[in-house]
Every structure is written in structure tokens, then in C-alpha cells.
């Protein structure tokens, strides 16, 4: 059965989300963030070196990168659910890899900034923009639209949705309305409420 190498409160409820999409039966197993330092713990590096969540292990194979985790997952057992069209295959791609290769990184940015105080205002007007670069690309990109690509969900929705995660919880969508419509969609599926449910507490599913 799958397994999923499950952090509190981070990247790995999507994946749990994408395995209630799918209908999937899995094992989740827990770990819990150090409170001070919100750190994975180092039980996690025993299962993939880097010790970061999501990892998942599938028919003994250890899957770890989330995007990659959701392309592999949605190859080998989607039966054509939540992929693309064929004539949307690039525009997936592009969505597939935007979230972690292009939009996590000014929010990362943010997060570590604010732990800096006063000292971390110089940066700010630079992480700003690109938050505002990265974020009102995806709300001109949902202009007109329910999901990223084509008329379903696909999984560059479940990968994207964690930055919409985190940007709400920065406060960061209030001028977006698209992304704001589209994360409430999102949060309705009764397969994320299933996720969240088996997933525990998660605070940036509010
Ligand atoms: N790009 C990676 C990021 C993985 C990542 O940074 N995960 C965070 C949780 S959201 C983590 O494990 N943080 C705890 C730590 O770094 O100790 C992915 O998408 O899987």
C-alpha cells in the first residue's frame, strides 16, 4: 500500500488531498514539527536524506519533490484522472512546475524576512514585488477560468493550491479575487475536506 511520510501543517496534505482525488487507498505516516524551530524531525531524513515532507513510498519505491511526487502518483495510478488534455500537456507542465520553481520562493523569502524584525527591511521592497510579479500572474491566469488548466481539475491545481495556502495566511489575497474564488473551490472538493480530516489539524486549510 502507499505510504505517505506525512509533516504537520506542510506540503504533504496535498498530496494527501491527491490521493483522495484519486480514490486511492494509502497509510499515512505522522511526524510532527519541532514548535520553536518549526523544523521536520530527524526521524524523516531515515526515509529520504533531505528529511523534508512529502515523501511517499510506492510499491517500495521512494518518491520525494512534490510536484514530482504528484506527476509520478497521477501516471502510475490516475487512469487518465486529474492529467490534461493532450493539447493542454505544456500549459500542465508549465503549472506543474511554477509552484515550487518560481512561486514558493518569494513567499520563503517573506517567511524568513519576518523572523529577521527591522533588519529584514531592506529586502522587503524586493520580495514584495515579487510576490505581487507571482501572484497577479496566477490571478490574470484564473481570469475567466474554474481551474489552471482546461475545465477540471488537474494536478496543477493540488500543487498550486499550497501557495495559495500560504499566501492567505500571509494575508496576501485580499486584491486577488480570482485566487481567493478559486481557493474557496478548491477547499469545497469533499476529497480536500476528506484530506484535511485524515490529515489532522491544518491551519492553512482555513
Ligand atoms: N520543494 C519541496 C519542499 C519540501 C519542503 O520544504 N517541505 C517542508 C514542509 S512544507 C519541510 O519538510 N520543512 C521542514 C524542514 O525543513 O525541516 C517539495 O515541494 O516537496
New binding site residues.
Given amino acids: 500500500m502507499l505510504k505517505v511520510h506525512h ?1 504537520n ?4 496534505q496535498r498530496i494527501l488531498w491527491l490521493l483522495e482525488e484519486l480514490g486511492l487507498d494509502y497509510e499515512i505516516v505522522r511526524y510532527q ?1 519541532d514548535p520553536k ?4 524531525p530527524p526521524e ?1 531524513k531515515a526515509v529520504h536524506p ?5 515523501v511517499v513510498e510506492d510499491d517500495g519505491r521512494v518518491l ?4 514530482a ?1 504528484v506527476e509520478t502518483l497521477i501516471r502510475r495510478h490516475g487512469k487518465g484522472r486529474l492529467s490534461p488534455a493532450p493539447e493542454d500537456q505544456d500549459a500542465y507542465t508549465h503549472w506543474l512546475h511554477f ?2 520553481g518560481s512561486a ?1 520562493l518569494p513567499i520563503m523569502q517573506l517567511l524568513y524576512v519576518q523572523r529577521l524584525g527591522e533588519a529584514g527591511s531592506p529586502l522587503r521592497p524586493r520580495i514584495d514585488s515579487e510576490l505581487k510579479n507571482h501572484l497577479g500572474y496566477l490571478e490574470g491566469a484564473l481570469q475567466g477560468r474554474e481551474y489552471l488548466v482546461g475545465a477540471t481539475l488537474t494536478g496543477a491545481d493540488i500543487q498550486n493550491s ?1 501557495v495559495l495556502e500560504s499566501a492567505k495566511a500571509f494575508r496576501l489575497l485580499g486584491e486577488y479575487p480570482n485566487l481567493t474564488a478559486y481557493l474557496d473551490r478548491l477547499h469545497a472538493r469533499p476529497a480536500y475536506q476528506r484530506a484535511v480530516e485524515k490529515g489532522g489539524p491544518y491551519a492553512l486549510g482555513r
Fill in positions: 509533516l501543517e506542510s506540503r504533504s514539527r524551530t518549526r523544523l521536520a524523516l533531505l528529511g523534508k515532507s512529502p520525494a519533490e512534490s510536484g511526487i509552484a515550487e514558493m499550497f
